[in-house]
């Protein structure tokens, strides 16, 4: 048998490096495509950020001509520079006026006429008022107190290993190995520390936590319970933070009682107390920071139709420029490698105009046909929301799923009713009871649960199975364990420990 070549024709998917670079644009959040860009503008010479005051319409013009030859390596240079001098004028005009149009004057002649009124002011991020940390705060109080300098070196020792709820979780031991302070000098030091607002800081463990603010209080939880009755809240106070918090935590009132030989009455009196107590004594001390979130598009009513906005504030508008454009059609590039880099740049430039362009086409396109399947949801709200499925929408656009879920991935909506994910409006669903055919979005359940959870009474809370139950006479088909699942997923306790005795 003899080998030899025999052609064949096939078909198979290529990824170009341009269909990756399409993809990559598509799956990107708001502000990894502001960064993404900046960098293109860095990296591309022949990319421009078009300025405000520049002409909309003469420039989407003049990125159609460009578009409209991908490339300008077989064209005659000589054709398209007596059609750009005609748009544009003569080269001289271009040189007088051109270069200061888009390169800007130059803010090193020291021309004061040039500077702006923004310029005189400070940034945004310099005027924002940064939050005190904990460990600041408690370095404060260090550098006021009447310690020596030993004493407040090993303080600043120990307020570096709080953690962000102010308790010590590592050995006294460790906290001096490899220095030259000893276990009791450390002691003694965290002792003064832990005098420091806020009350109880410096704990090693949350009943040392709890008895060192009831002693701040005034309290007297050393007491013993041979006591007078004076000082027996105390006792009973300091018997349940040592040894009987887990109990406290199920709600086991009559218990705890037992053990402490006491009635029921003294232990709500006691859990009264605790409960005004702070576990976590670094909490107001947390980064709270919240981060503004910019929407992608924005859904507003006009005319009695719901209509999809793209919000492009914010993000560089990219254009070839004018500059290397009639550098390019006018033969004066230079050497051959000039004019193929350049012409590779600009194949790169188109490539990445026409990617953002489709970008914002596939994100207009997906969110209409999120709004036409949860039109109910947005003229009544959350209750009305349907179970919705990628595939739903793909067969809608005719579109890839995968395309759908690079496209709902890290982006948000404004609408009437917040802030939102694109990535909320896909939820399963669950049956309905008095339509077979009809479906309960999971969502709306969780905010119906969330609702009765709100709405009971704390002395008799609802427990699962009575929440199914009342699910199943609005009409919503439930199981229990899915009542449980929904409510962990709300970070809603069970029943036992949202009973209230008082």
């Known amino acids: 048998m003899k080998l030899r070549l025999v052609p064949q024709l ?88 051109g270069w200061e149009e888009y390169f800007g004057r130059d803010r090193r002649s020291g021309e004061s006429a040039y500077s702006t009124a923004q310029d005189e002011f400070p940034s945004y991020e310099q005027t924002v008022a940064k939050a005190t940390s904990l460990e600041e705060h408690l370095l404060w109080q260090l550098s006021l107190s009447g310690l020596g300098d030993r004493e407040k ?41 832990q005098t420091f607002d806020p009350t109880g800081v410096g704990a090693r463990d949350l009943p040392e936590c709890l008895l060192l603010q009831l002693g701040h209080l005034g309290r007297n939880p050393f007491g013993s319970l041979g006591s007078p009755p004076g000082a027996l809240k105390g006792s009973v106070i300091e018997s349940i933070v040592l040894h009987h918090l887990k109990d406290l935590e199920k709600k086991q009132y009559a218990k705890v009682a037992k053990a402490l030989n006491v009635t029921v009455e003294e232990v709500f009196q006691a859990t009264k107390i605790i409960g ?79 990617s953002i362009e489709q970008r914002n086409r596939t994100i207009v396109k997906v969110v209409s046909s999120i709004v036409k399947f949860q039109e109910q949801f947005f003229d009544r709200g959350v209750q009305y929301l349907k179970p919705l499925v990628l595939k739903q929408v793909a067969e809608d656009i005719g579109m890839h799923e995968s395309t759908i879920s690079r496209v709902t991935a890290n982006k948000y909506m404004y609408c009437p009713q917040g802030m939102l994910e694109l990535k909320f409006f896909f939820n399963a669903g669950l049956q309905r009871a008095d ?67 008082f």
């Open 10 to 97: 096939s078909q198979k998917l290529i990824m170009t490096p341009q269909l990756q670079q399409a993809i990559k644009l598509l799956q990107l959040s708001r502000l990894e495509l502001q960064q993404s860009l900046t960098q293109h503008l860095l990296e591309n010479p022949l990319l421009d950020e078009m300025q405000s005051d520049v002409d909309e319409g003469e420039s989407l013009i003049n990125e159609e001509k460009v578009d409209a030859s991908p490339s300008l390596e077989g064209q005659d240079r000589s054709d398209v520079a007596v059609e750009t001098r005609e748009e544009q004028g003569s080269p001289e005009e271009f040189s007088a006026a």
């Open 153 to 193: 070196e090993l303080g600043r020792l120990i307020i570096g290993n709080l953690d962000d709820d102010g308790y010590l979780r590592i050995p006294l031991a460790e906290v001096v190995a490899g220095t030259g302070f000893t276990e009791p000098e450390v002691d003694s030091v965290l002792k003064d520390i």
């Open 276 to 354: 005004e107590l702070e576990p976590k004594p670094g909490r107001p001390f947390a980064n709270t920071q919240n981060y503004v979130i910019v929407p992608d598009v924005f859904v507003v009513k006009n005319e009695g139709e719901w209509v999809v906005l793209l919000n492009d504030d914010g993000l560089p508008r990219m254009r070839i420029s004018p500059y290397y454009k009639q550098l390019i059609s006018s033969g004066e590039g230079g050497t051959p490698e000039t004019k193929a880099y350049m012409d590779e740049k600009l194949r790169a430039a188109q490539w990445v105009i026409r």
């Open 435 to 501: 339509e077979p055919s009809g479906m309960h979005s999971s969502v709306s359940v969780r905010d119906m649960i969330k609702t009765m959870v709100a709405e009971e009474d704390a002395k008799r809370p609802l427990k699962d199975e009575e929440i199914a139950a009342r699910l199943r006479k609005q009409g919503v088909l439930i199981a229990r364990r899915t009542v449980a699942k929904y409510r962990a997923e709300l970070n809603i306790p069970s029943a036992s420990q949202r009973k209230r005795f």
